[in-house]
């Protein structure tokens, strides 16, 4: 007969997990958690990434909701799609992505979990073809980025984009860095609203962008999360464009989270562009087979329910409509808080969800305890992250914690 253990704490085994160390935790997630944690009724949370209209709430977008109830009647089943996801929803996507170079053969995409799983599809599929490539990253960018393409294996290279002195793009910094990056090298680009600063590219730039990328022979990898939320659909992939105009090869990880609303469901995609059909089909080959060990098929009701609104031209026009709403919401909230004070001032001249405030992490931190006003250390902080009725409280409380 076997002895029993006399061990209560410990069994047999490896205990390979004992020798795990500890690892730093998600800033944001810690900040969510503090957030949700604080019961004071004048709580307002600029950190969390959603939208919110006027009365403080993130809605069910008109034309998603009657999709959805569209759905829920005429669905006969929750069998598998397949790896590629919804197809349909692709193609009807392809056109608002892609505009005028939706036609193009050389370009395919396939459905992904959300804009990080296209990242995370992008990278994984870069570092198969080019296991050495560099990849250029502005800093600040969305924190995300980083373990992303950590967790692909390849090397990051930094480069200063935002000056927080004077609120403006380090350009000439960033056409140095293209200008001495190696051909095949990767460009992380914000194709709009950029995650944290909201300071865009304008056109001029983007065509210079656009020159050098193509003259050094890099790959530049867009990152579109918040298309419709800044200038307009079409607006905002101006630079998007010019790329796909001058370039042989580009990756674009695109969200349908923000602009429809659908932030728990994941809807994103992924669309590659080469030099011959043939290479872009083998390309999402490689995709494919990726996309099969990290999650095997993608989830299919919110890119179903954005199908059926793409499908129906009354549900795509009221869409479009409500997607205006919030944009113009965007951009009053914007204006009120830049007319407050002429050090905000720039905040104004910026487009999409996200900001960041000249504040220390002292003063961050101070508006948390004394004012239940949450947001990044960084300063980064939601727009339209509060009611209107919060409006002025946020930003006297901000005017107050920068002094004279």
């Known amino acids: 007969m076997l002895d029993s253990p006399t061990n209560t704490t410990s069994g047999g085994g490896a205990q390979l997990l004992e020798k795990l160390g500890p690892i730093e935790s998600d800033s944001l997630l810690a900040l969510i958690a503090a957030a949700n944690a604080d019961t004071r009724p004048t709580k307002i949370d600029v950190g969390v990434g959603v939208y919110r209209d006027g009365e403080g709430r993130t809605p069910i977008l008109r034309a998603l909701k009657a999709a959805e109830l569209r759905l829920w009647e005429t669905q006969e089943t929750k069998s598998y799609l397949g790896g590629k996801g919804d197809v349909r929803f692709a193609e009807l996507l392809r056109p608002w992505v892609l ?117 050094r022979g890099l790959l530049p990898m867009v990152d579109l999360a918040y298309q419709g939320l800044g200038r307009g659909w079409h607006e905002d992939a101006e630079g998007i464009r010019l790329l796909l105009d001058a370039c042989d090869e580009v990756i674009i990880a695109h969200s349908n989270d923000k602009n429809f609303g ?96 000249p504040l220390e992490v002292s003063q961050v931190r101070a508006l948390r305890d004394s004012d239940a006003i949450y947001m990044a250390d960084s300063g980064r902080f939601n727009v339209l992250g509060m009611a209107d009725r919060d409006i002025d409280r946020f930003i006297a409380a901000i005017v107050s914690v920068l002094g004279d």
């Open 262 to 357: 659908v932030y728990r469901d994941r809807v994103g995609s992924l669309w590659v562009k080469t030099a011959r059909a043939a290479t872009t089909k083998l390309a999402m080959d490689h995709v494919s087979q990726i996309a099969r060990a990290m999650w095997s098929m993608p989830p299919d009701h919110g890119a179903a329910a954005i199908r059926l609104v793409l499908e129906d031209e009354a549900l795509a026009a009221d869409w479009q409509a409500e997607l205006g709403e919030m944009r113009d919401r965007v951009n009053r909230v914007r204006s009120r808080i830049a007319e407050a004070d002429p050090r905000l001032a720039y905040i104004g001249q910026q487009y999409g969800m996200f900001s960041m405030l």
């Open 99 to 215: 505009g005028h170079h939706a036609g193009d053969d050389r370009i395919m995409g396939l459905q992904t979990p959300g804009g990080c799983g296209a990242l995370s599809l992008a990278f994984k599929l870069i570092a198969a073809a080019n296991p050495g490539a560099r990849v250029l990253v502005g800093t600040p960018t969305w924190p995300n980025h980083i373990p992303v393409i950590e967790t692909a294996g390849l090397e990051i290279v930094r480069y200063g984009f935002y000056d927080r002195d004077s609120h403006r793009i380090r350009f000439d910094e960033m056409l140095t860095m293209l200008d001495g990056a190696r051909a095949g090298d990767v460009v992380l680009l914000h194709g709009c609203c950029h995650n944290p600063t909201g300071a865009d590219l304008d056109i001029d730039q983007w065509r210079d962008v656009t020159r050098v990328v193509a003259q």
